[in-house]
DNA sequence: TAGCAATTTCAGAAATGCCTGAAAAGTCAG
DNA sequence: CTGACTTTTCAGGCATTTCTGAAATTGCTA
């Protein structure tokens, strides 16, 4: 492995850290080291780097351009294909939380929305489809949250994520003063 | 494998997610079975239903307990040993988010900020770190994040996530609301 | 179209992870 | 302390995944 200290410390990290995730450690090698490169990669100069089969990295592109983590270049009287993580961290986080959706949380609904239409026959299945019941519901709410927060605009992202749970306070506020007469901000909610 | 069909689907594809998370798939299954079971099952038992080997079980399980998501649980004049998972399905998210954290995030942020002490050599070193910063900066606003909503009782969490990105309107109005001369509502910031 | 450069495919080797049976260790009642 | 019951450990076999080198394919240029 031919690279410098920090980025080698780094590169192996996350290839370790990739194992954990069902990403294969060259995977996260690759992914690592054009994450932390001031330029596009070619295939060969990811070989030299990393020190494994020129196929190995070929799959392992193939993998990450699956999960569209990884840009495709060209330059000007070069016919081979160079590689790049996006500049922007947060179009990263959000192409990886995307995938994982399609790829994990997706499919789950489905099946838990299939399991739960059959019909029970023993008192042991009615009580597994209740709780598939409170699994669906979990699955539900979070994709459901998460449809609405990942159009917001990263700046607002932020702001949120920054807020923490302080956001109750300004919701507990909100509560007061929608309730005021005269409407001083936003639209007036109906009591309940 | 002797289970109600529709038990063991579940049991299954859970199984397969597991392997994509790092998880073997005979944790997976013991996990779904648990969590699908109407009362706590001792390792013979779960050993019966998903036909492996008793010293795969008790393998399986100790993971678990290492995970904090399995709980242990005794009967009067029995000396065996039953698993159940908690009842509260919001609990064992917790549980799992904070482990993951425990062992992923935390490392990591750990790591990172390691590698941000070292002094870079090369311009290539450089640039390295400043990408890792915008890393590590990434994982820090998540932690804190996290830190701050972990506290919050699960009817408010619900609460925050059923309103999404509407939770944007809301900040919009107290932007609005606390540069009001006068203080209406919440604490005057400053302008900037 | 031939020739070259780059990439992809794929069969088998290597590595890793998983599972099992047998044996060891732990635990309790009498 | 003994014996019965239960859980844990672990070496070796099995299965799966990963990686490689060689060959095939793609695509460009002359």
């Known amino acids: 492995m031919q690279l410098p200290p920090l980025v080698q410390t780094f590169v192996l990290h996350f290839g370790e850290m990739g194992s954990r995730w069902g990403i294969n450690r060259t995977v996260g090698q ?13 295939a060969d100069e990811i070989v030299e780097r990393l020190g494994v089969s020129r196929s190995n990295v070929s799959m392992g592109l193939k993998e990450l351009q699956a999960w569209n983590l990884v ?3 060209h330059r ?4 081979r294909d160079y590689f790049t993580t996006p500049e922007d ?5 959000r192409t990886l ?14 099946l838990l929305r299939e399991l739960l239409m059959q019909d029970a026959a ?18 539900e709410l979070f994709a459901g949250w998460y449809a609405d927060v990942r159009r ?3 700046e607002r992202l932020v702001q949120l994520l920054t807020l923490g749970a302080k956001v109750q306070k300004v919701l507990e506020m909100k509560d007061r003063l929608t309730r ?3 409407r001083i901000g936003g639209r007036a909610s109906k009591p309940d």
């Open 97 to 110: 939380v995307e995938e994982r959706k399609k790829r994990e949380v997706d499919p789950t609904l489905t």
């Open 76 to 79: 000007p009287g070069d016919r």
């Open 152 to 154: 917001l605009e990263t």
């Open 71 to 73: 840009r495709l270049q």
């Open 180 to 182: 005021l007469p005269g």
């Open 89 to 93: 961290i947060w179009q990263i986080v």
């Open 122 to 139: 023993t008192e042991e299945e009615r009580h597994a489809q209740e709780r598939l019941k409170e699994m669906h519901d979990l699955f």
């Open 30 to 42: 690759i992914y690592a080291l054009l994450f932390v490169a001031e330029r596009p990669f070619n």
